[in-house]
């Protein structure tokens, strides 16, 4: 019986493959090992086999080994050296393919021992007589400069690179700008930042300028995509100058690509700035819309990256898509993200003359499935309501046959939305009231209770049940959000200055369970604040509570005016649909590896700022006693405040505070001044933290014969107050 051979494995027999006398046997091993390297397999061990197939004629052939060598190069260093010779030849072949290919390689490969023997070919490369192999050099030199900077500046690299912006090839000069603009930023990014006669930096001159505007034409849309970016950069001296640029880029509107369209509206929108005669200002407003529409006939992904910039856009020039709001109609089969954005948009696009039909689309969209898209359709209703005054009351009918539908989420995003309602247009739509108030079990969300609360203590003089109303708030108190509980505490406090007589008992039984059950501590400041207003000086009260507020309003800008000026000059990047700086979600440096550095820097930080912080307040010897509320002045020579505090240096919390070595720092501060609740605070004769507004004794002359006598003031049980109900017992 014969023993069956062991396996040799596959990357055996790919070895066997690769050396075999027949060329079709050959290219078919190398096509698996490239397959075999798409999917993750470790085929690096094959590298002398591959290599030795790289001297052949047949162009596929020779892409497939080149693409193995970028794949392995940084893995194998020594043997790639070996790979040289066939480079160097490659790039004086006859076909100009093979000698942009060897180029093109070498280039991608970023292996340091190698970089030397890349400086000859390159300088044949850069003055060949095929535009091809040009177009692929100068794409070279950009990564030579990120590798080793001095040795391009050595060689005369950027020099040529300059010349070649002359080219008579037009896609020559597109790959030329777009690699001394990406040096242009290398070199910027550098720290110490490079002088001004630095030859890396790429300053467009007027000369310069018209050879762009000349390739521009007749480019890839990559290339004009890098010239567009690049006469973004470009700072006009005069008004002709900008109007120049304008009327050659505005061609480039009617591109396919919407790319090329967005950039072609960043270097507009920035040269507009030069611009005086107003009527070419809004002719070339009017030329951008029609680009700006076909962008939302795109695939999702697509069209939401253009609504994005179309925000942007909108914010800087109002009447930009004025006559276009059907457009923006959300479509059945429309992403929610889209959706959303196409809402903002509307809103921002909303006039008298549109607002009818505004109000019938987002109608219908309160009657889909998607719940948040609901949501927010009602409240896009309310914002219209909020910026144009003469639809609000066409809105108001709108939102009351949406809460007649009685379904629970819609009716919850109305009445948040009537209370934005009534803030912008107070004491105008009282007679929603009723209907609103009638549908307070429908409502289970915290915002839609506090909306309903504020708007019910907002009106409690003409809400005859206002008091039972409330009552039921207050007598789930303890379970309700700490938003409900504020609104609560804050609408029965109104209640009671405004119908004194009827809403004694309520008021005060919400001030007794707000101080004493309630968990929030700004529940519990706000009660005790409430307490003694209404105990002092009713007149304060009344000032404080119902002070006269602004009516609230809807800014047509959402972005900071000077972040604005910055993202339109970036329309068409990450910055432009993030509406944020470029700086704030990429790390400068190669994969961000100065932000890691700092990152590591500021952990090793901790340490010392812990320490420090401590020294701080065992230092502050004349630091002012801000828990101290009694007015009895302290004896002469002690200290006060936080610098009196008994720092316990021999306890392991202190250690572990300083060591910073803690696992809650927060416990270990209230373990170091653990002697405290006793002695410190305590013995201020305040009663405790908040027991503390207890014993200030209001003014005689501020009582006066009137219901609000009755409330008595929170002090008592003051004396008695156990320590741990401190100020640092909160901890």
């Known amino acids: 019986m014969s023993i069956r051979a062991p396996r040799k494995g596959e990357n055996y027999e790919l070895s066997v493959d690769l050396n075999s006398e027949y060329r079709d046997k050959r290219k078919d091993a190398i096509k698996k090992v490239i397959a075999s390297m798409t999917v993750g397999k470790d085929v690096s061990g094959l590298f002398p086999d591959v290599l030795k197939n790289m001297q052949t004629d ?123 603009t990406d040096i242009h930023t290398i070199a910027t ?4 930042p490079p002088s001004p006669s630095d030859p890396a930096l790429f300053t467009i001159t007027s000369s310069i300028l018209n050879k762009l505007l000349i390739a521009l034409n007749e480019c890839s849309e990559w290339g004009r995509v890098a010239i567009l970016n690049a006469l973004a950069r470009y700072t006009t001296r005069d008004d002709k100058e900008g109007e120049h640029i304008c009327e050659r880029v505005v061609p480039q509107f009617q591109h396919a690509n919407g790319s090329v369209v967005l950039a072609a509206v960043k270097v507009i929108m920035i040269h507009m700035r030069t611009i005086r005669r107003e009527e070419l200002s809004k002719q070339l407003i009017r030329k ?55 809402l903002d948009i509307m809103v921002r696009l909303a006039n008298d003359s549109n607002v009818d039909a505004l109000l019938s689309e987002l109608k219908e969209y309160a009657s889909e499935v998607d719940v948040d898209f609901v949501r927010k359709s009602i409240k896009a209703i309310g914002q219209t309501a909020i910026s144009i005054e003469s639809s609000a009351e066409r809105c108001v009918n709108v939102l009351l046959d949406l809460i007649g539908t009685r379904v629970s989420y819609v009716v919850q995003e109305a009445v948040v939305v009537m209370k934005d309602i009534f803030r912008k247009y107070p004491s105008t739509y009282e007679g929603v009231i009723p209907t609103l108030c009638a549908n307070l079990e429908e409502l289970d969300e ?32 303890t379970e309700e959000s700490y938003q409900v509980q504020l609104q609560t ?22 001030l007794n369970t707000a101080t004493k059950d309630c968990e929030s501590p700004d529940v519990r400041d706000r009660a005790y604040i409430y307490w003694r207003l209404l105990s002092t000086d009713p007149g304060a009260a009344k000032a404080v509570v119902l002070a006269h507020r602004p009516p609230i309003s809807i800014p047509r800008i959402t972005v900071p005016p000077a972040l604005l000026e910055e993202l339109l000059g970036e329309v068409s990047s990450l910055a432009s ?21 700092r990152k590591g820097a500021e952990l090793s930080d901790d340490r010392f700022t812990a320490q420090k ?17 009694d007015d009895a002045p302290t004896q002469e020579g002690q200290p006060s405040g936080l610098a009196a505090t008994q720092i316990l240096p021999s306890s392991p919390a202190a250690a572990n505070f300083l060591s910073g070595t803690s696992t809650n720092p927060l416990d270990d501060l209230v373990s170091i001044f653990g002697g405290m609740s006793a002695s410190g605070v305590g013995s201020g004769g305040n009663g405790g933290g908040m027991g503390g507004f207890g014993s200030m004794s209001p003014p005689a002359a501020s009582y006066v014969s009137s219901p609000l006598d009755s409330l008595t003031s929170p002090t008592t049980g003051a004396t008695t107050q156990n320590p741990q109900e401190d100020l640092l017992g909160l901890f």
């Open 446 to 477: 915290p915002e839609a209770k506090a909306s309903l609360i504020w708007i019910i203590g907002e009106y409690a003089e003409k809400i005859d049940n206002a008091d039972e109303l409330l009552s039921i708030f207050v007598d789930t108190f």
């Open 577 to 597: 649909v993030y509406h944020k700086p470029a700086e704030t979600f990429i790390g400068h440096g190669r994969i961000g590896a100065d932000s890691v550095q």
């Open 613 to 629: 912080a401590l020294q701080t307040v065992v230092a502050g010897q004349q630091a002012e006693n801000l828990l101290d509320f």
């Open 288 to 342: 951008m819309a029609p680009p700006l529409v076909t962008l939302l006939s795109s695939p999702p992904e697509v069209q939401w990256v253009a609504l994005r910039n179309v925000n942007l856009l909108l914010q800087k020039q109002q009447d930009l898509l004025s006559n276009e709001m059907r457009v923006f109609f959300c479509k059945y089969n429309d992403p929610l993200y889209v959706k959303v954005e196409k």
């Open 189 to 192: 990014s550098s720290h110490p």
């Open 489 to 510: 505490l804050t609408a029965v406090v109104k209640l009671f200055l405004k119908k004194p007589d009827s809403s004694q008992g309520v008021v005060q039984r919400v």
């Open 58 to 180: 047949d162009l596929e052939q020779k892409k497939l080994v080149y693409l193995y060598l970028m794949n392995y190069a940084k893995t194998q260093p020594e043997l790639v050296i070996l790979a040289v010779n066939t480079f160097v030849k490659d790039s004086e072949d006859p076909n100009p393919l093979v000698r942009a290919l060897a180029i093109r390689t070498m280039g991608c490969l970023r292996a340091e021992k190698i970089i030397d023997y890349l400086c000859d070919p390159l300088q044949r490369a850069l003055k060949d007589d095929n535009p091809y192999v040009r177009k692929t050099a100068a794409i070279c030199v950009a990564k030579l400069y990120d590798l080793k900077p001095e040795l391009v500046i050595d060689n005369g690299f950027l020099q040529q690179l300059h010349e070649m912006i002359s080219d008579s090839n037009p896609m020559v000069v597109a790959n030329t700008v777009t690699a001394l």
